[in-house]
């Protein structure tokens, strides 16, 4: 049993990446410039926008930061994605989800120029990931492609289960997964809250990637020998012995499963830190046109 | 066993439309333009070219067909689509694919302005059918849908195996499979070329979509009996008792398949209609706007 370590391989990836802007800057090229807007002073998503902005600076790149009080206008916020859509000195830039409910996220998202749009939200990046197209693809499968790939995960012609059918991790697993592509080529099935037989469906998986957001979801019992678990969970569970109070909890029973599975990713240290990364990796795609 | 009669649905549509359009015109309003493009002589895009605009004559629409030689250069095409684009008297139009090899397909599609893309080719019709939000879908899976709508086939929970993975019917087809909707609701597995156990997971089916393009591929022992079986297939075999010598064939052996299942559609007479009417749907939702 191999546990799939994201965050040796997040570390990884961005000294690659460290390296290829150092050598742009050495060509006397600027280095990559990655902006972020942070809307109001959610716990979750200040932690989020805080590693993204230390992400950047591990790689190289330059970062910004902007921030709206929870109030701000939905004109507001379109005017500030205007002026980075225009900004040639900006490469990428996202907008850190949730926002206030007064605001229309599906109109911001496609506000964004796609071709700063790193995140992979908007709709034509969307539509260019499903029809195999160049473009950007949300960070969270595309961390997980990457690690298949840098594990050496054989996916083709193996059935894998996509527990969920999220926008930004459901449904790009599933295409991605089933694209004419390495890694890729799989069988896939697509199981989500009204799917009534999740175990047995489970039981023929070769490779599970669970993204329900249901800590400890997926037991011994559905996992099938040799098969691959990749854990997209992360519920925040009470725990009187961490200071926080908390820690965080993947959608899969690690403990009893990890020893049946060929490769597992562990919570946290898995699929996480991927996530990050995959953003930087979009940021320097941005940055190179 | 039923019978899905895709021939008779689509002239009830057609029929809706055209008393939708008569009362548009007696209010005073101008009847839906549809415009499409086709490129050289190939006997395939002519007929359907011509399908389509006899049904644009069904439904009360206006048709306007531009013709272009082989040799049009891809600065022509994008020319006349930019016309099209900026023409307010045109709700939707088509660009008849396949384009010659001269041409870049894709570039052609991305030129298209997304609100009259009436094909749901475009990169960001694709993504907000995958999302979720309102925009064009692509004709052959909506029109699989509206039967399954129609004929009251039960989709929630159930079981749909899709075989193949195109960008025009099979992973569309998967997405709305299993969005949270009606039809929808699906645990959904995508098979392709390569799938090592297809039969198997036929055999799980409570619905198949057959678009492999592979004549007869679907026998009766991959059917479980009280399955839906939709045929999207349509390959010409040689039949010498025609007089054109040839006929079409489905995906799907239904003279073995047909008395296991619940419902089953026919080649011909069964998608094939419904993919012309989908194109007169989206149509007259272009001109609503």
């Known amino acids: 049993m191999t546990i799939i370590d994201g965050k040796k391989t997040a570390a990884e990836i961005k000294k690659e990446i460290a390296a ?3 050598e742009i800057e050495n060509k006397g090229g600027r280095a990559p410039h990655l902006a972020a807007i942070l809307v109001g002073h959610d716990g979750g998503s200040e932690t989020y926008v805080a590693n993204k902005v230390k992400a950047c600076g591990e790689c190289g ?4 930061l902007i921030r709206f009080e929870d109030d701000v206008t939905e004109e507001r916020l379109l005017e ?3 002026r980075l859509n225009e900004d ?5 830039f996202i907008v850190q989800l949730p926002l206030p409910k007064h605001i229309d996220e599906q109109r911001v998202i496609r506000a ?25 693809v949300s960070a969270t499968p595309a961390g997980i492609i990457e690690l298949l790939r840098r594990y050496g995960v054989e996916t ?10 999220s926008n930004i991790v459901g449904k790009p697993m599933a295409t991605l997964l089933m694209q004419k592509a390495n890694p890729g080529n799989c069988t896939v099935t697509v199981c989500h809250s009204a799917t009534p037989n999740i175990k047995e469906i489970c039981r023929e998986a070769d490779i599970i990637v669970a993204a329900l957001g249901v800590p400890g979801f997926v037991t011994e019992d559905m996992v099938r020998p040799g098969a691959t678990v990749i854990d997209v969970g992360t519920t925040r569970v009470p725990d009187a012995t961490r200071k926080s109070g908390w ?23 898995g699929v ?7 953003l930087m990796m979009n940021t320097l795609k941005a940055y190179k046109g």
Chains 1, 2 share one sequence.
């Open 20 to 22: 290829e802007v150092n």
């Open 61 to 64: 790149f330059r970062s910004s």
């Open 80 to 82: 500030e994605i205007k």
């Open 88 to 92: 040639d000195g900006v490469d990428g």
């Open 112 to 136: 964004i120029d796609p071709d700063k749009d790193v995140d992979g939200f908007h709709p034509v990046n969307v539509g260019k990931m499903s029809i195999g197209l160049p473009g950007f």
């Open 156 to 165: 083709k012609g193996k059935h894998a289960v996509v527990l969920g059918r």
């Open 247 to 269: 820690r965080l909890r993947g959608d899969v029973d690690f403990d009893n499963v990890a020893e049946k599975c060929a490769f597992i990713t562990p919570v946290p240290g």
């Open 272 to 278: 996480g830190p991927m996530t990050i990364c995959s």
